[in-house]
């Protein structure tokens, strides 16, 4: 069974802080990693895709990939409160299609 | 273009009834993906078609669950009969080319089975 695991949180920082969110995996063969994040009551949506190792900056949000340790990260810095809200990592298996999303990490941002 | 398209957005139903839920992928988008989101298990993958073939329905959770893609434009997926823990959110996603690329979320279907 292929695991995505990601702390539950909630995670709580101060506005103008960075949150970092952190995401394992446990198929080796895994090809591409994504960020979802979802508000309350609403549908998950893309904000980062990283595919090779290292970072990967888009804005305020940094995705940060480690093939090795089987790990994959989600910093953004200066949180604003809009972006309170739980983040999905999700990973592709290298030996099938998949799409399999770890249980997300509550984040709020406190003003 | 309009986003994924899902209907109905609330269903309410009693247990033992037949339920349908629908979805319109974004036009062009040749794959399309059901999935059921409850705070126990997450965010699971029940199938999804590629240019309307079914590819991989390992996720679907038992024989009450069927998915039909008629066309390109337009699945269903079927619980018959229904159960209470079939309660969830129901999300269809399309995309344009997995497994790389961008899956696109429709607004979900909120199942409550009484």
């Known amino acids: 069974q292929k695991e995505v695991e990601q702390n539950s949180g909630p995670l709580s920082v101060p506005e103008g802080a960075i949150a970092s969110l952190n995401c394992t995996y446990s198929?080796?063969?895994?090809?591409?990693f994504f960020w979802y994040r979802q508000y309350s009551g609403k549908s998950p949506e893309l904000i980062m895709s990283?595919?090779?190792?290292g970072d990967k900056e888009d804005g305020r949000f940094t995705a940060q990939l480690n093939k090795a340790s089987q790990y994959v990260s989600l910093l953004i810095r200066d949180s604003q409160p809009s972006d309170s809200a739980t983040y999905l990592c999700?990973?592709?298996?290298?030996?099938?299609?998949?799409?399999?999303f770890g249980k997300g990490t509550l984040l709020t941002v406190n003003p | 273009d309009a986003g994924v398209i899902q209907s109905p957005r609330h269903e309410v139903t009693e247990m033992g009834q037949e339920v349908t839920l629908r979805c319109k992928p974004i036009?062009?988008?040749?794959?399309l993906f059901w999935y059921r989101q409850t705070m126990m298990r997450g965010l699971e993958l029940l199938i999804y078609?590629?240019?309307?073939?079914?590819?991989?329905d390992s996720g679907m959770p038992e024989d009450r669950f069927s998915a039909k893609m008629p066309n390109a434009s337009f699945s269903t997926l079927k619980i018959q009969p229904s159960e209470p823990r079939d309660s969830a959110v129901y999300f269809c996603?399309?995309?344009?080319?997995?497994?790389?690329?961008?899956?696109?979320f429709g607004p979900g279907t909120r199942l409550t089975v009484l």
């Open positions: 996603a399309s995309s344009s080319g997995f497994p790389t690329d961008t899956q696109y």
């Open positions: 198929d080796r063969g895994s090809q591409s």
């Open positions: 990283i595919y090779s190792n």
């Open positions: 999700a990973v592709n298996g290298g030996s099938n299609y998949k799409l399999t």
């Open positions: 036009s062009g988008h040749d794959y």
């Open positions: 078609f590629n240019n309307n073939v079914p590819i991989d």
